[in-house]
């Protein structure tokens, strides 16, 4: 019972100027209120655990709500940059569907310049031919003639006739190297049917390094580099494909020319450039029962959080659509194709892609 009941209880005991009566009424009234009071405390303590209950839950239903809104906007944030690699993935195929229909392009204009530079080949190496019958005439109508024909004019036509033949040895040489250069690009588009064959490595790299130098040259940011070609005689045929390895070779050339370009702009907005001459080193050797290709440049460095994901395909450094990312990964599974190896080793203003062919295959 309630305390202050009780107390009204035990007072109405002591008087005893009520009688009995009102006293019983009394007391069965002040029970009643006590049991009414008893159930309303009841119903108080119920309500409050309720309502503490219902907080508790409610702020479990806030957190578990704020949780789910994170984990929401964390999806929204990786479906945001799953789409913009998606896009620009699609950028890089259709780029790269470009760079192969280009490729057509230029093995079609590399087999159409191929058919004349054949007929002046072939007609200047006639030509001088015809040249040595001129001689050999010459000296047969002087035999015959006699004096009749002064010395001065057969030596003057003699003049002639060389300087001709040199002019003619010039076009073969220069037509010799335009095919040359043809029929790299025509190797280069065709890619190779996977047949390892004897191959003179000396003379792939410095065809290929030329190659992509003049092609470097021609673009539309050309810059002035020093080749440095440290080729060793003892380095010989080694099994190659030909077609598939020239492409290590152009792709190695050409990252190494954007990142020397690069390095030039920087160092002519900061010095005016003066200071700074590129440079690409290119060295083959025998080592052990490989033969080594370096490819080294004096450009920037690779920084070492970079050079971890250059050989994945997709990445890469270059801005816009000026890359596709597919360069180096191409490269090393056509290294890995030859059971090779690439070592990329990189450090402030020098870089060294180096390569290790097996001399068996």
């Given at each position: 019972?309630?305390s202050?009941?009780?107390?009204?209880?035990?007072?109405?005991?002591e008087?005893?100027?009520?009688?009995?009566?009102?006293?019983?009424?009394?007391?069965?009234?002040?029970?009643?209120?006590?049991?009414?009071?008893?159930?309303?405390?009841?119903?108080?303590?119920?309500?409050?655990?309720?309502?503490?209950?219902?907080?508790?839950?409610?702020?479990?239903?806030?957190?578990?709500?704020?949780?789910?809104?994170?984990?929401?906007?964390?999806?929204?944030?990786?479906?945001?940059?799953?789409?913009?690699?998606?896009?620009?993935?699609?950028?890089?195929?259709?780029?790269?569907?470009?760079?192969?229909?280009?490729?057509?392009?230029?093995?079609?204009?590399?087999?159409?310049?191929?058919?004349?530079?054949?007929?002046?080949?072939?007609?200047a190496?006639?030509?001088?031919?015809?040249?040595?019958?001129?001689?050999?005439e010459?000296?047969?109508?002087?035999?015959?003639?006699?004096?009749?024909?002064?010395?001065?004019?057969?030596?003057?036509?003699?003049?002639?006739?060389d300087?001709?033949?040199?002019?003619?040895?010039?076009?073969?040489?220069?037509?010799?190297?335009?095919?040359?250069?043809?029929?790299?690009?025509?190797?280069?588009?065709?890619?190779?049917?996977?047949?390892?064959?004897?191959?003179?490595?000396?003379?792939?790299?410095?065809?290929?390094?030329?190659?992509?130098?003049?092609?470097?040259?021609?673009?539309?940011?050309?810059?002035?580099?020093?080749?440095?070609?440290?080729?060793?005689?003892?380095?010989?045929?080694?099994?190659?494909?030909?077609?598939?390895?020239?492409?290590?070779?152009?792709?190695?050339?050409?990252?190494a020319?954007?990142?020397m370009?690069?390095?030039?702009?920087?160092?002519?907005?900061?010095?005016?450039?003066?200071?700074?001459?590129?440079?690409?080193?290119?060295?083959?050797?025998?080592?052990?029962?490989?033969?080594?290709?370096?490819?080294?440049?004096n450009?920037?460095?690779?920084?070492?959080?970079?050079?971890?994901?250059?050989?994945?395909?997709?990445?890469?450094?270059?801005?816009?659509?000026?890359?596709?990312?597919?360069?180096?990964?191409?490269?090393?599974?056509?290294?890995?194709?030859?059971?090779?190896?690439?070592?990329?080793?990189?450090?402030?203003?020098?870089?060294?892609?180096?390569i290790?062919?097996?001399?068996?295959?």
């Amino acid at each position: 019972m309630n305390s202050d009941l009780q107390s009204v209880l035990d007072l109405l005991d002591e008087e005893s100027s009520i009688s009995p009566e009102r006293a019983e009424a009394i007391k069965k009234a002040v029970k009643s209120a006590d049991k009414k009071l008893t159930i309303a405390e009841f119903k108080l303590q119920r309500t409050e655990k309720v309502k503490r209950t219902t907080s508790i839950l409610l702020e479990e239903t806030i957190e578990e709500l704020e949780l789910k809104r994170k984990t929401v906007e964390e999806s929204k944030e990786e479906l945001q940059l799953s789409l913009a690699e998606l896009k620009e993935t699609q950028e890089q195929l259709i780029q790269q569907e470009k760079l192969a229909s280009l490729g057509q392009l230029t093995a079609g204009i590399a087999h159409e310049i191929k058919n004349p530079l054949n007929f002046v080949n072939n007609f200047a190496e006639l030509s001088v031919e015809l040249l040595q019958e001129i001689r050999e005439e010459m000296k047969l109508i002087k035999a015959r003639r006699g004096d009749s024909i002064p010395d001065s004019a057969l030596v003057e036509i003699s003049d002639l006739v060389d300087d001709i033949e040199t002019n003619l040895k010039k076009i073969h040489e220069h037509g010799s190297r335009a095919d040359s250069i043809v029929k790299s690009m025509l190797q280069h588009s065709r890619g190779g049917d996977g047949t390892l064959e004897p191959t003179d490595l000396n003379q792939l790299v410095k065809e290929y390094v030329n190659l992509t130098f003049h092609g470097m040259r021609a673009g539309k940011h050309p810059i002035n580099v020093d080749i440095d070609l440290q080729l060793d005689e003892d380095v010989e045929e080694i099994p190659l494909m030909a077609e598939n390895f020239s492409r290590v070779i152009l792709n190695l050339c050409n990252n190494a020319f954007d990142a020397m370009r690069s390095k030039a702009k920087s160092e002519t907005s900061n010095t005016g450039g003066e200071s700074y001459q590129p440079k690409l080193t290119i060295r083959t050797r025998l080592q052990q029962n490989y033969a080594l290709v370096e490819i080294e440049d004096n450009g920037p460095g690779i920084p070492p959080e970079v050079k971890n994901k250059i050989l994945q395909p997709f990445f890469t450094t270059k801005k816009g659509k000026e890359g596709t990312g597919l360069g180096l990964s191409i490269t090393n599974d056509i290294i890995k194709m030859h059971r090779g190896s690439l070592q990329i080793i990189s450090e402030r203003g020098k870089t060294i892609f180096s390569i290790r062919i097996p001399l068996e295959p």
